[in-house]
DNA sequence: CTGTTAGCGCTTTCAA
DNA sequence: TTGAAAGCGCTAACAG
């Protein structure tokens, strides 16, 4: 692999004059340029990235940190960092933390030891992460994570969202699938459900678990296998995994959805669309979110030195109906 | 941040010596290794790994590349190979092709600058990817590229087992979704089903269309929006998601699957155990891959000088039943 | 067993 | 506008 000294000797210009119009910016004669570009292209020339990252003390890398890939709200994020960050000239460095703060320290550590340009991490649920020492420009997505800037849905109103829409279908009698309490995130998102309900002075069944399909559908039966005077005539959970966990234990019970119950999710994960009903939930503006963490972490944009919240939508299918 | 000739003045030792400890197989008294240890933690000293990998000409990275980490399948394999890849101590650089070849180049050739042990890759499912010149140890997973050594499931074989399942419970009218025929896997799918299926003398009526769930439902619509006397018994298809998508055409229909209708899908995706009825399915050993791909990009193990190939397994669930 | 030292390939002063 | 040269922090000879 040919490096810049090639280039310079081919070219019979100094290394310096190559590094600066790789550069781009840099103030170098139209000839020389096009010769050195010329050079460039003859010789197949790549500049290393380890040697100029060494030298910048910044690799054009950004970390990835979030707890688990194979959640699809985790996967889109993933899908829009990459995108976005791609277009910048980054790499994305991924970590998986399987939610568990020993391992995302660890991982951390490991990928600050490739002087990523920034670090965008959904941290752990449980136990607040500690804040770990460095320069490397840091966001948090989606859950708070100790001082850094919090970039993510406003879960507060996202749910109250739900709340309002089950109540102006005319349902009295709710039930709230919540995440786990020691997830701060699953706290927002039922508070948010519970408060908006209760200022209306309707009241609410909770049940908490956590958020994935098992729970929904195991809570799900708990809630659904009554007699039917007893039995919520709606049901709200944290997540669309639950809400479609859900949806199985209904149609395992012979409960048509959303004629004997109505059904409303959270993400709008790409699923909720095709399940059966479709499934009613609130939407979180995933690829903002994504812009937003990356321009943070490279302060292209006005970059945010203070958390900021974007609001969730209202996106009605099949799964809820009038009462 | 600390530097190693800061932990060597502070321990009085040369720089080498300390570089010899964090090697760990290296000769070092004991007296010596210990002090330097303790003077490590002391500064707290995390060595600089781009200046490790511009010395050694090789990071503690390897690339992996896949077509679209919101598909559960690649999610899966993403989290095993992080898994098995961390444990050895190496990151994972993600890069997303959506299917693209043109991005998929761009994306190595970005991905190569950052010199990474190895690379994985997943290639898009269209259009040969030309090789690329490099020294990187490259395997390709699920999909042919190039010369590279391929590790996957056999494809034809799994799709065989499906086939032989469908005919052991007695049905006779069967179709099959495939994927589409510009893409081998696909293709081998398909042969593998079909071929089975011939050699016992049946028949089988074939549609193709993608592997998504949107693709599962209107094609299944098409083979299921019929008399019952026309109508398959059975239906095969080449994807977890065609076969998700698949229940919902059915369910739409006011079909009952299994009664009506059996179905079965390949991959086994997580999701594929909690749609409604759980779906009968030809599983992948996706760990088992994950960890040969990554044997082979490090050359741990027995590194594959050419192809290696998985058995696929039948999970019978509740979406397939006699006739 | 330990110390010394020459780079890895690049960016970035500093001079010219 | 261009060239020369000093490192970035580490590893791997080589010497002792």
Redesign the interface.
């Known amino acids: 692999m040919a490096n810049i000294k090639d280039v310079a000797a081919k070219a019979n210009v100094s290394v310096g004059t190559v590094s600066r119009v790789l550069a781009k910016n840099e103030t170098v004669g139209k000839e020389l340029r096009e010769l050195v570009e010329a050079t460039i292209r003859e010789l197949n020339f ?6 100029r ?2 030298r910048r ?1 910044r ?3 950004i970390g ?1 940190v979030i707890p ?3 959640n ?1 709200f985790f ?2 994020l ?2 829009h960092v ?2 976005i960050a ?1 277009r910048a ?1 980054l ?6 933390t399987n939610d568990d703060p020993k391992i995302e320290r660890a ?1 951390i ?7 990523p340009t920034g670090l965008i991490v959904v941290p752990t649920q449980y136990g607040a992460s500690k804040g770990w020492s460095s320069d490397v420009a840091t966001v948090a997505v989606d859950r708070r994570c100790a001082g850094f800037p919090l970039i993510s849905v406003n879960h507060y109103r996202g749910a109250g969202l739900a709340a309002v829409h089950l109540m102006s279908l005319g349902h009295e009698r709710i039930a709230y699938i919540a995440g786990s309490v020691d997830a701060p995130v699953a706290g927002e998102r039922r508070a948010g459900f519970l408060n908006t309900l209760a200022s209306a002075g309707a009241r609410c069944e909770v049940v908490e678990g956590h958020f994935d ?2 729970s929904g ?1 195991t809570l799900g039966r708990l809630l659904l296998d009554r007699p039917a005077h007893e039995r919520p005539t709606a049901i709200a959970t944290a997540s669309d995994q639950q809400a ?2 859900l ?2 234990a209904a ?2 019970l012979e409960l048509k959805v959303p004629d004997d119950v109505s059904i409303i999710g959270f993400d709008d994960i ?2 909720a669309s ?3 009903p479709r499934l009613t939930t609130i939407s979180q503006p995933v690829e903002q979110i994504a812009a937003r963490a990356v321009a943070a972490t490279t302060g292209s944009d006005g970059v945010p030195l203070q958390d900021e919240f974007f609001e969730a939508t209202l996106v009605v299918r099949g799964s809820t109906k009038q009462l």
């Open positions: 790549r500049p290393n990235g380890v040697a990252g060494l003390s690799t054009d890398m990835l688990d890939i194979t699809p996967a889109e993933a899908k990459e995108a791609s000239g790499s994305v460095l991924l970590s998986i991982q550590d490991s990928l600050l030891k490739s002087y399909y098992a559908e479609i966990g949806l199985r149609s395992d790409p699923l095709l399940v059966t």
